[in-house]
């Protein structure tokens, strides 16, 4: 009878912490992973589009091309290296460019990207990593 007790419990234990979105088939393990998601693409049937449409009309509207002493507009290209937290909170990285004043025009557009559903991995919070080329 103890040794039935155990058994019980070493499979109710084993049921109680098995993780979500993790697959076990045999020898193969399968871990789901989902990527953020911009808010209002929740719903949407192909949220990675969703995603990219939502993040280029932000650019669209946010980026203010920097001016140069003349009152010209300064454009350039740069390589912006961000990451979406666990929390969902946009971090810029770096920002590469040949000009200074697009790479800050560049940042300060990035960083008023609103907060996101972060991506996920077994079930769990993960951070993902972008690097998006701009010429802007």
């Not at 980026?63 to 937290?85: F, Q, S, T």
């Not at 971090?91 to 460019?97: A, D, H, L, T, Y």
């Not at 004043?101 to 557009?109: S, Y």
């Not at 079930?123 to 990593?129: V, Y």
Request: charged share 25%; aromatic share 8%; proline share 6%.
């Amino acid at each position: 009878m103890k040794n039935i007790f155990t058994i019980f419990l070493f499979f109710t234990s084993c049921i109680s912490f098995a993780q979500q979105d993790v697959d076990v088939t045999g020898n193969k393990v399968t871990i789901k992973e989902s990527a953020p998601v911009w808010p209002g693409c929740e719903n949407s049937k192909d949220q990675k589009a969703c995603f990219n449409a939502e993040l280029m009309q932000h650019i669209k509207e946010n980026y203010k091309y920097p001016r140069n002493n003349n009152g010209d507009l300064i454009r350039g290209k740069a390589v912006i290296k961000l990451e979406i937290n666990k929390a969902g909170e946009v971090v810029v990285r770096s920002v590469e460019g040949e000009k200074p004043e697009v790479n800050l025009a560049a940042e300060t557009m990035i960083k008023k990207i609103p907060k996101l559903k972060p991506g996920r991995k077994g079930g769990k919070p993960t951070t993902a990593n972008y690097t998006i080329p701009l010429t802007l």
